[in-house]
Each structure stands twice: as structure tokens, then as C-alpha cells.
């Protein structure tokens, strides 16, 4: 018989069951390991129920979940917040259907507004789904070299400017250099920036497989950032930030070829550029990198609303935060964001 079971976070045994299957199914990401529930829930506060499908002791599928409840931004259960992949992973049809009738049990019982799964493939065509986000992969090559032939010529003149006005990068896993740079880059672009514990449980959750790479200036000056995530074989540029002193040096782009290569040195035959809108800036840069873009289906139940929520900049009535959000002082935007933020997800 298949149970539907729920990890607790304080159950380190079944959290390494968890991640054991997760590291072993086809269809699991990073954001479906369990570490994911200590930071949604010590961090942002929200309650978490990450389910999984358990026939006679063995995994056979996984779905984790966390309540976002704001005034602002609706009363959603979603897989995951903070994540641009989630939804089931599972290794049988049956875990599969057992775990999102399971959510849809939970959702009516909380009295949510709706269910959102972030799955990667379409799993439920007749579902309300949100079409706006696509996602950049592409495989790379085992070896990589100066001449920069996997990527194109546009960006590899940008990475040669790079060098030539003695930018250079550099790697670890201090949060004191990155969250300066991504919390201005996320004011510039008038978006609320998570709060620096978010980082530092990143790193001390999921140690060798986050990483933080810093662009230098010539004098040693941190430009630009990423914090990036390794899972099975995959590299994913994840959390990027940038001085507006960054954007004339082609900081942005030296920062992509070295996580790229960096990728090729642990191993990884995948690189993930991340999710982006479509239509975008970020989307069009991430072009020009030679990556496709490929759609990502977020799938809804919708319980107490008839429409998918729009909780992104795209949407016209944040129009005018977003331009006063641009105009505050970085300390301000630092304190007034973090209680929006942990409510988007």
C-alpha cells in the first residue's frame, strides 16, 4: 500500500532519505532537496509540508510545499517559494497522482486561494497554468580554453574587454561581498531583496553545492556577484548582483564565462542560466549567450480565485512601486523588503 507521509524538519534520517531519492530521480531539482524546509521556514517563517509517497519503507515520490498566506499577495500553497523548479518528483505514476491529490486535500483544508505547482514539464494540460517564465540550459563542453568558442562572438568580445581592463574573479562562500551587490542590483531594478540570513543559510545548508563567485575590479574592488548552485552534474547561476561601477567593464559577462568554466572544473555538463519573463532584459541577455529559451509550466488548482495570481513586475498595478522602490536609499529598500519579500516567493 502507498502512504502519504510528511517530513518533519527536525527528522535528519528522513531528511536523508528524502535527498537520497531525490538525488536519484529523473525528474527531482535542486529545489526539491530537503534543506529547502529549514529556510523557508527558519528563515521567512512560512509552514512548510513537504509530503512524500512511501510502499514498504522505499521513496517513490516527493512533493514539498510551503503555505504563503499575505494580504498583499494572496494565501497560496506552493511548490516552492523561492524556487523557480518544484512540483512532484516521483517514480511512479501512482506517488505521482497519490502526492498532488494529497496537496489539493491540504489546499482545501487551509482555505488557501489556490495550489501552485512549478513543475518544469507540463504535467496537467488542462489546468490554469502561467505561461510567462521560460528557463535558459544548454550543455557545455568538457573542455573550455581562451578562445571562447562555445559562446558567441558579441560576448566574447565583452569578456576580452573584461580582461583587458584587468577584471578578474574569484570564489567562496562569504555572504559579506555578495549581499551588498545583489541588494543594490535588486533596489536598481525595484524589487524588494531578501535578507542576508537567507544567504548565510544557503551556504551553511548546502555547503560544497552553493557557491559564490566575485568579479574584481583591477584594484580589487568587488563589482559583480553570483551565488550559484551544483546539482547532479548541473551548474545554475541562481542570485546575481552588480554595482552600477560594473556595467561599463562587462563585469556581467566575464562573471557567466568564469561560472561557466568553473562548471567544467567540478565536472558539470549543464549550465543553467535561470528562469527569466519573457520579453525581458534578462531574457534577451541570456540569448545572446547562445541559450534557447524553454518554457517552465506552473500549474494551478484554483480554489477561491478565478484567475492566476500575477505577483510579478510584469503586472501593471506594481508599475508605480516599482519606479518609487528604484529611488530609495539602499539601507531603506534593506529594511522596508523584507517583509514583502518573504510573501512573493
Not at 104 to 118: G, I, M, P, T
Request: with cysteine; net charge positive.
Amino acid at each position: 500500500m502507498l502512504n502519504i507521509q510528511r517530513l518533519q524538519p527536525e527528522d535528519t534520517e528522513g531528511a536523508a532519505r528524502w535527498d537520497s531519492f531525490v538525488m536519484a530521480a529523473p525528474t527531482a531539482t535542486f529545489f526539491h532537496r530537503a534543506g529547502w524546509q529549514r529556510i523557508i521556514s527558519d528563515i521567512h517563517g512560512h509552514r512548510t509540508y513537504f509530503l512524500y509517497a512511501e510502499r514498504s519503507g522505499a521513496i517513490e515520490g516527493v512533493l514539498p510545499l510551503a503555505h504563503v498566506d499575505s494580504f498583499l499577495f494572496g494565501n497560496g500553497l506552493v511548490s516552492l517559494p523561492f524556487a523557480v523548479y518544484g512540483g512532484v518528483a516521483a517514480s511512479t505514476p501512482e506517488a505521482a497522482a497519490a502526492l498532488e491529490g494529497e496537496a489539493e486535500r491540504l489546499a482545501r483544508n487551509l482555505k488557501v486561494d489556490h495550489l501552485e505547482l512549478r513543475h518544469v514539464a507540463q504535467r496537467h494540460p488542462d489546468w490554469p497554468t502561467q505561461d510567462i517564465y521560460v528557463t535558459f540550459r544548454r550543455t557545455i563542453p568538457e573542455v573550455l580554453d581562451d578562445r571562447m568558442v562555445p559562446i558567441p562572438a558579441k560576448r566574447r568580445n565583452m569578456v576580452r574587454k573584461a580582461i583587458k581592463l584587468g577584471l578578474s574573479a574569484t570564489w567562496g562562500d562569504s555572504v559579506d561581498e555578495f549581499f551588498p551587490l545583489y541588494a543594490e542590483n535588486s533596489r536598481d531594478h525595484g524589487s524588494p531583496a531578501l535578507p542576508r540570513r537567507h544567504f548565510e543559510k544557503l551556504v551553511e545548508e548546502f555547503a560544497q553545492d552553493c557557491e559564490i563567485l566575485i568579479v574584481r575590479g583591477d584594484d580589487g574592488t568587488p563589482l559583480s556577484a553570483m551565488l550559484s548552485f551544483y546539482f547532479r552534474g548541473e551548474a545554475m547561476a541562481y542570485y546575481a548582483g552588480e554595482s552600477a561601477r560594473a556595467r561599463p567593464t562587462a563585469a556581467n559577462d566575464l562573471k557567466y564565462w568564469e561560472l561557466m568554466k568553473r562548471a567544467v572544473a567540478r565536472g558539470c555538463r549543464v549550465f543553467d542560466m535561470g528562469r527569466s519573463k519573457s520579453g525581458t532584459g534578462s531574457f534577451e541577455f541570456k540569448r545572446t549567450w547562445g541559450f534557447e529559451p524553454q518554457p517552465l509550466h506552473y500549474e494551478y488548482v484554483l480554489l477561491k480565485r478565478q484567475h492566476i495570481p500575477q505577483n510579478n513586475p510584469l503586472n501593471p498595478k506594481y508599475r508605480a512601486m516599482i519606479a518609487l522602490w528604484r529611488k530609495l536609499p539602499i539601507g531603506v529598500a534593506n529594511v522596508l523588503g523584507q517583509p514583502i519579500v518573504r510573501n512573493l516567493g
